[in-house]
């Protein structure tokens, strides 16, 4: 049986380090758990450890049930705060609010989300797991790029796409913070992260649209 790659195969994880890339990401579905505070926080690893059983089960439901086997795509997660100046100069990471996410696959519909969670309740139901949701994300035109390195020496590359990229192309930011984990942050060391960085935008001057 073949194994689909996600990450392979999708243009939306396409970009390079040091290179900002517009893009248009269609509409796609996601499993979602939210939270708020720092990522090192324990609340942020019991999303991990909620979420990513339920990855896990969806996926082998589909290789035993649908006969479509599919790698895991990577951590997601979607990042804002009252002030969006808290990720790129003051980094008050007690002020972010997150929700952590991985993308399900277009074949794979609710019946089989609900027979995932189920499954995973019986086994030993994770602390949050009635947190769980799928959900479509609509986020559209995009910008983003690959940053290699630490989360903590993301706040420059950041600064650049929000204060000159963005408004020199005529565009204005809409929507949340975007990371894209295509490392094991848990097991790769900081400096050789590889993490993609996308930021919605729409035309400057459109009324703006928060998804």
Do not use: N
Not at 40 to 65: C, H, Q, R
Not at 99 to 125: C, F, I, N, S
Not at 158 to 166: C, R, S, V, W, Y
Not at 168 to 188: A, C, N, P, Q, R
């Amino acid at each position: 049986m073949d194994k689909t790659d996600l990450k392979k195969t999708l243009d939306a994880y396409r970009c390079d380090k040091g290179r900002f890339r517009i893009l248009d990401i269609p509409d796609m579905t996601y499993l979602m758990i939210d939270g708020s505070g720092a990522p090192t926080s324990p609340a942020f690893g019991e999303a991990i450890e909620t979420l990513m059983p339920v990855a896990y089960t969806l996926k082998f439901a589909s290789k035993g049930d649908l006969g479509r086997d599919y790698v895991v795509p990577p951590l997601e997660g979607l990042w804002w705060a009252d002030d969006m100046e808290s990720f790129t100069a003051s980094r008050d990471k007690s002020r972010w609010l997150w929700t952590l996410m991985t993308l399900v696959p277009d074949w794979v519909h609710r019946d089989a989300y609900e027979g995932a969670v189920a499954q995973v309740a019986v086994k030993k139901a994770p602390a949050r797991l009635g947190d769980v949701r799928l959900e479509r994300l609509s986020e559209g035109r995009c910008v983003q790029t690959l940053h290699v390195g630490s989360f903590d020496d993301e706040a420059p590359v950041l600064a650049t796409m929000h204060d000159e990229f963005i408004p020199s192309h005529g565009l204005t930011m809409t929507g949340k913070h975007h990371e894209i984990y295509l490392s094991d942050f848990w097991k790769v060391a900081p400096e050789k992260l590889r993490t993609i960085l996308r930021q919605p935008v729409r035309p400057a001057g459109e009324q703006r649209v928060d998804v």
